[in-house]
Each structure stands twice: as C-alpha cells, then as structure tokens.
C-alpha cells in the first residue's frame, strides 16, 4: 500500500492476492455491460456508494443505536448512521427512520415483529397478483407466524380492489394492513388504505421497497404521510447499496427500534449504512428527481412500444418503473420469453400475471423495469427501440444474433461503470 493510507477498493491489490475472484468481480462487470438490464428491481450504484460499501467500517462491531452502543469504539460510524438517519428523515419527510435492516425482507420482518404477536391477523396483498414473499407466502415466516387474510386486483380493470380491501378488513378485523408491492405498474391509493386502516382500527404498513427511490425524487405521490410504517430497500428504484430501512411515525419509534435490534437482527452492517448515507444524500439531489421522472417517463416509453408490438401492459400500462406484459397474445410463456431475451441480450423476468393460469416456473407474463438502462443515461428513443427489440425477441428466437448486435450498439454509447453518471 506504500505510504498512502488505504480507504477504499483497490482492485489491482485484489487481482494480485486472489485472481480467482478478482476474475467473477470482471465477469460480473463484462456481463452487465454486454447486455441491456431490465429487471425491474435492480439499478447500478454510483461509484460513491461502491467505495463507502467497500470501506472499513465492514469491521466494527456496532449493537445498539448512534450513542447507546453495546461495544466501545463506536464514535465514529456514529455519525455515519446519524447522517443516514437524518438524511432519510429529511429525504421521506418521516418523523422516524431506521437504517440498519439488512434487507428488505428484514426490514418487514422488524416491522411486523413490532406490530404483532404470533398468529395476529393481517391483510396483505395475494403473490400471484403482485404482492411480495413476506406478505404471507405460505413458504416464508409472514405465511406461517400470522393469520393472514389476501386482497388482489379486479379481473376486468387489474387494479387493486379497494372495495374488496374495505369488505375483508371489516369482515377480519386485521391489526396490520399492509399495501405495496413488488410488481403493480400502478399508482397505489394509499389515502384510500389509510381510510380502510382508520375505520377498522388497524395499522397501515406501506412496503415501498420497489418505489422508494421514485418517492424520494417526487415522481410518484409519497406513502410517508398516510403510513404509520414504511418499509423499503435501499438498492431498488433508490440506487444505493442492497439494504432495507424503516421509517415510522414518532410513537412507534421505540417499538420499531427494538424490533430490529435486538429482536431481529445482532450487528449493523455499519459500511452498507454509510453507504446508504451517500446514496440518501445523493437522492437528496436535483438530478436525482430529474433522474427519478426520467424513469417514469422510459417506462412509459417501454411500455407504449411493446404494446404498438402487440404485447399487452396488464392494468393497460404503467404509472411507475415497472410494467408487467401478458404474453398469451403472443403465444410465448414468461419462462419462453425470459431465455429468448437472455438469448438476444437482454435480462429480464418471467412473472405470473393476475389471474395466471400457469404455475410460477411458467407464468403467462413477464416483467420490464427501466431504473437500469435509465442510470445508463438511455432515454425515451433508446427505450422504444429496446421495446421492440425486446418483442421481436420474444417472437423470433431466430433473431437473437442480430438483436444482440443492436443491443451492443445502444450498450456501446450507453456503458454503466465507464463514466461518472
Ligand atoms: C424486493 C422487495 C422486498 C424484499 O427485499 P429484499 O431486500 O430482497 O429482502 C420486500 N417487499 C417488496 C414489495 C419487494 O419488492
């Protein structure tokens, strides 16, 4: 390391000791950078968030809170979590925030551990109608600990039923509702939730994990001021590090608190907080809300393309980063779909549709997101020709190779990890 100190990644010092790793870090950078990125819950982080991530604060251990440690040392990645408690607050307009989940699924887990006992009722919404795994997944703790009751989307309209949302509520009597999703195109009525949630006397648990980032750059209403909790990933629509985080009213701050330590989780990963720390103050900015619209507006553009190719938006198209497409017009599945794609260059996911009759290894759909290729710097023209790239994939496995070369050439001007972005 010579005499300079050594902050941060140094990737020829890896290459050196473990060239056997060093080469997955530069396959994985080849991979992403050979092929357009559409999943809709990823995004690339800034190179800032990679170097707070890569940092030595992975090695302190830090139980407790900013100033209520249960290990000495800790005055220093204090104010790392200080800044990323702030930040969010700040950032979400929130009473509370809590920063240390490790994920999103943890960040749910604290949130529900908080707000119910073992074998409470909650009211969720169903998987194959786009909820997600831990709103209650027979497979997953939330299925198996709690009572849970689902709502899905209407058959005609494929939007949420909020009149069905309103007659389970009354009928159960939950003590948690939850709303948010990990694949609904649309806009989510949280006033109407908060509505159902008053009138029954339960708590509103917002997941916004997809939607956070387009929150926090103001492209879509917030669900801040009508949740008593949200809970997020760090590492969707948001661009920074994989991590949850929790944001709450002031009256559930102590209960949210010791719900993720020490009931769910034992040491902060005090780096990923730093690293949320940029990634907060980089959402803070105005080109991120620049950024946050101009993924709207490509989903859009994505969406409107593949519907000109035949190819139907479920709900008729998007309000957010996501679109999810029903195949059967085309007479392809969603796992079809997914290797055709992958095939000509382009990663997405096959996704059961409301209503699917196919099983989840099949599905009848998949699902588009733009945060990635809009990181990218691709923009409204560069999305309609990935929209038709994307069908012409889909129905002709035969044109892979040539897909793959227009896919270059959009790639070739629009790189991630080449310049600052
Ligand atoms: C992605 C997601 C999660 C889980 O996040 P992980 O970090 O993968 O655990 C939770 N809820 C919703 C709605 C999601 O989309």
Request: hydrophobic share 45%; aromatic share 6%; glycine share 10%.
């Amino acid at each position: 390391m010579g005499g300079q100190p050594y902050y941060g990644p140094d990737f020829g010092l890896l290459q050196r000791q473990d060239p056997e790793l060093a080469q997955v870090l530069l396959d994985e950078l080849d991979r992403i950078r050979g092929g357009i990125q559409l999943i809709a819950g990823e995004n690339f982080t800034s190179p800032a968030v990679l170097a707070a991530l890569g940092s030595t604060l992975t090695n302190k251990y830090a139980e407790g809170y900013p100033g209520r440690r249960y290990y000495g040392g800790c005055e220093v990645v204090d104010r790392a979590e200080l800044l990323a408690v702030q930040r969010a607050r700040e950032l979400f307009g929130a009473e509370h925030a809590n920063v240390q989940p490790h994920s999103g699924a943890s960040a749910n887990l604290a949130a529900y551990a908080a707000l119910l006992q073992p074998d409470d009722t909650m009211l969720a919404m169903a998987l194959p109608h786009g909820g997600h795994l831990t709103h209650g997944s027979k497979v997953n703790f939330s299925g198996r600990w709690f009572d849970v009751v689902s709502y899905g989307v209407r058959r005609d309209s494929e939007l949420i039923d909020y009149d069905e949302v309103r007659d389970l509520a009354l009928r159960h009597q939950p003590k948690v509702i939850v709303c948010g999703a990990t694949a609904y195109p649309r806009l989510i009525d949280y006033a109407a939730f908060r509505g159902i949630a008053d009138e029954v006397g339960a708590w509103l648990l917002a997941d916004v994990a997809h939607p956070a980032g387009l929150m926090a750059g103001r492209a879509i209403p917030s669900a801040v001021p009508y949740a008593d909790v949200v809970t997020l990933t760090t590492h969707k629509a948001l661009r920074g590090p994989r991590g949850g985080a929790i944001l709450c009213t002031a009256e559930l701050a102590r209960k949210i608190d010791r719900a993720v330590f020490p009931f769910v989780q034992g040491g902060p990963l005090m780096h990923a907080i730093a690293a949320k720390a940029v990634a907060f103050g980089e959402a803070m900015r105005p080109e991120f809300a620049d950024y946050a619209r101009r993924v709207v507006a490509n989903a859009q553009a994505l969406t409107d393309a593949l519907a000109d190719e035949g190819m139907r938006p479920v709900s008729g198209g998007t309000d957010t980063h996501l679109a999810l497409i029903d195949l059967r017009g085309a007479g392809v599945s969603g796992a079809e779909a997914e290797s055709r794609c992958a095939a000509a260059g382009i990663t997405l996911n096959r996704n059961v549709i409301p209503y699917d009759p196919e099983p989840p290894a099949v599905t009848s759909g998949m699902r588009v997101g733009t945060p990635c290729a809009t990181t990218q710097g691709m923009g409204l023209q560069e999305l309609k020709e990935v929209g038709s790239l994307v069908a012409r994939a889909v129905r002709h496995p035969g044109a892979a190779a040539e897909i793959r070369e227009r896919v270059a050439a959009l790639l070739a001007i629009h790189q991630p990890y080449l310049s600052e972005f």
